[in-house]
């Protein structure tokens, strides 16, 4: 049990190195400080296999000297040795080449209520660690109790605390906490010549609404058995079928392809297409940071910039790039409050559902594919070229007949996007990528 305690000598302490560095002639500096307390546990056949429970707190820098720009961190919290980086980094900047595009994002006098995003859970610093063993165990035991299973992967529980504090030059100070937990579970079933394997998870802000080792141990049950005996097929053109997971998967390439990072860096093929068509009428897909207790929400990013609703797709039509306050200076746009250190990040970047369940889509399939896993790589985001193995439940006349496995699904995102023929109404936010389950008109189905 850990009873997380109030720190505002953090923000004291970033809000006076921000004084120190300016006046030891940093234009420009952030100072940002995390605060965390993790907890995880490995079991595998009720044995525990690994077993973490640590706090930690490190220090980061970013300072601005006549546009060139130096980086540190640090463990180490004392004030003497943070004075002493810190003076360190801004002489270390003039090593550095200038860039017109560096610099901090200007202040914001707009705040999101961090307590409407409900981010922490008090209820996740009282579990005791013996508990969180015991959720693991329970998870993996009830599924070993299946006589379909034949073997275990193991079972985990995590929970995370993390504090976040950032204070820049430009006026910018705030902090926020969040949790988060997750329970996870992965199984095999079938002999040596007949043997597959899948999981199942769940992660959510607040223990109470985690599903339960019961529902947890059903779903990973339920997503192996299901594909035992699988059959081979030929190599054709169908309609696939999405489950909500491959939904999520297809929108972490597409969010790949958005950022802005990779468009100014033109390795992605939709540079160049903003309010453009790249997909038909039923995709509508947003970016969404404000969304109550959901695992992307914040108020503020990695730079300050208050977090938002973003439209990325309309009806088929890009909207916006996701940009941080480089990207954005160099696409002459302006930051969606995306940043995650120097680099970009999805919030809750999701697919507007639509009004299909998914029994209505599946019935919708004379021949085809329901996707259930890829594996391997095979993703260009230079072209949008997808290749991967797969493995699926063969469809015919509207029900599962068999499931499929040794195949290669392939396509191009682009094309993808404009064949999206029917939009699930099941969007659950098992991640913070989340899409319900849809329909493709036509897809390469490899095999034989």
């Known amino acids: 049990m850990r009873r997380r305690e109030k720190s505002p000598l953090l923000t004291d302490l970033a809000e006076d190195l921000v004084v120190f560095g300016k006046k ?6 952030e100072i940002s400080i995390i605060d965390g307390y993790e907890f995880r546990v490995d079991v595998r056949f009720g044995e525990i296999e690994n077993l973490l429970e640590a706090g930690s707190r490190y220090i980061s820098f970013r300072v601005i ?13 004392s004030e003497e040795t943070l004075r002493h980086l810190l003076k360190k980094s801004i002489k270390r900047a003039a090593l550095a080449n200038a860039d017109e595009y560096s610099g901090l994002p200007p202040f914001s006098p707009k705040k999101v209520d961090t307590q409407s995003l409900k981010l922490y859970d008090p209820e996740i610093s009282d579990l005791s660690s013996d508990k969180k063993i015991d959720l693991a165990k329970e998870v993996e035991k009830i599924a070993l109790k299946d006589k379909r299973i034949t073997n275990s992967h193991g079972a985990s529980f995590e929970t995370n605390e993390i504090k976040f504090v950032l204070a820049n030059s430009n006026g910018f100070l705030n902090e926020y906490d969040q949790t988060v937990c997750s329970l996870s579970l992965g199984l095999q079933a079938g002999e040596t010549d007949n043997r597959v394997e899948d999981f199942w998870f769940s992660s959510r802000r607040y223990f109470n ?4 080792a019961e529902e947890v141990a059903k779903k990973a049950i339920e997503r192996t058995v299901r594909q035992l005996k699988p059959r081979k097929i030929k190599t054709q053109k169908v309609p696939v079928v999405f489950e909500p997971l491959m939904t999520s998967w297809l929108l972490g390439f597409l969010f790949s392809c958005v950022s802005g990072v990779s468009v100014y860096q033109k390795t992605s093929f939709l540079a160049n297409k903003l309010r453009k068509r790249i997909g038909n009428e039923k995709v509508t897909i947003f970016d969404n940071g404000l969304l109550p207790s959901k695992l992307g929400s914040k108020p503020f990013d990695s730079e300050g910039v208050p977090c938002q609703k973003t439209p990325v797709v309309e009806n088929g039509i890009l909207k916006n790039y996701l940009c941080n306050t480089y990207a954005a200076r160099k696409l002459r746009l302006k930051s969606t409050g995306n940043a995650a250190g120097t680099s970009v990040s999805p919030h809750n970047f ?8 998914p029994e209505e889509i599946i019935a919708s399939v004379d021949k085809g594919l329901i996707l ?10 230079v072209t949008g070229d997808i290749s991967r193995g797969a493995f699926g439940l063969w469809v015919e006349k509207g029900e599962i007949a068999y499931p499929v496995s040794e195949i290669t699904i392939s396509g191009n995102l682009g094309e993808i996007l404009n064949q999206i023929d029917m939009v699930g109404n099941d969007l659950n936010f098992y991640t913070s990528l989340a899409g319900p389950t849809i329909k493709i008109q036509e ?3 490899a095999g034989l």
């Open 372 to 381: 259930i896993r890829t594996l391997g790589h095979g993703l260009n985001p």
């Open 65 to 77: 000297k006549d546009k060139k720009t130096a980086f540190a961190t640090s463990s180490d919290l």
């Open 443 to 445: 897809l390469t189905v």
């Open 24 to 29: 030891n002639e940093a234009d420009e500096i």
């Open 350 to 357: 999701y697919l507007q559902p639509g009004n299909h369940t």
């Open 209 to 212: 609404e985690l599903e339960s």
